[in-house]
């Protein structure tokens, strides 16, 4: 008796083959391109190197946050962390406005209790990190917030 062999044949072998490497290629393609970020500029150099030239002054007086741009980099917005016993809040309080900014030579004040629902007690370390804007290769405009060694760290004190 002859006995028939059962198998795939070369065709669906060879299809199932190219079909799992397109998968894996896929696979490790985004993989790989969480680890490569696009590249964002200000001034024609990277966005992160801007963050050298800010300078800003920041206070709170009662509730009032009071942000002063004394450099050449126009802030787009701020990063607010609240660092309380055990807890820690951030928080962007010009996040949702229209033209957020902070211009050279141009000071705000922004009530950071109404604005990011911090609710601060004495001793409370706020800490202000600037957010700048940038643009990306295809033109598009990106936030990007600085280091925190950019940022100036504050005590809330109660009236």
């Known amino acids: 008796m002859l006995k028939k062999k059962k198998g795939v044949s070369p065709v669906v072998a060879t299809v199932l083959l190219v079909a799992l490497t397109i998968i894996l290629a896929a696979i490790i393609f985004l993989w790989a391109r969480s680890f490569i970020s696009e590249n964002v500029i200000k001034n024609g150099e990277i966005v992160a190197n801007s963050c050298d030239d800010i300078e800003f002054d920041a206070e709170i007086i009662g509730s009032e946050l009071k942000v002063i741009n004394q450099g050449n980099v126009a802030l787009y917005g701020l990063a607010v962390r609240k660092i309380g016993a055990g807890t820690e809040e951030t928080c962007y309080p010009l996040e949702n406005e229209n033209s957020p900014s902070i211009k050279s030579g141009v000071s705000r004040g922004i009530n950071i209790i109404d604005k990011c629902n911090f609710v601060l007690s004495s001793g409370d370390s706020v ?7 940038g643009e990306t290769d295809n033109g598009e405009r990106r936030a ?7 940022g100036k760290e504050l005590t809330f004190e109660e009236i």
Do not use: Q
């Not at 800490?127 to 804007?133: D, F």
């Not at 990007?144 to 950019?150: A, G, I, K, L, W």
């Open 127 to 133: 800490k202000v990190i600037p957010v700048i804007l």
């Open 144 to 150: 990007y917030t600085c280091d925190e060694s950019f």
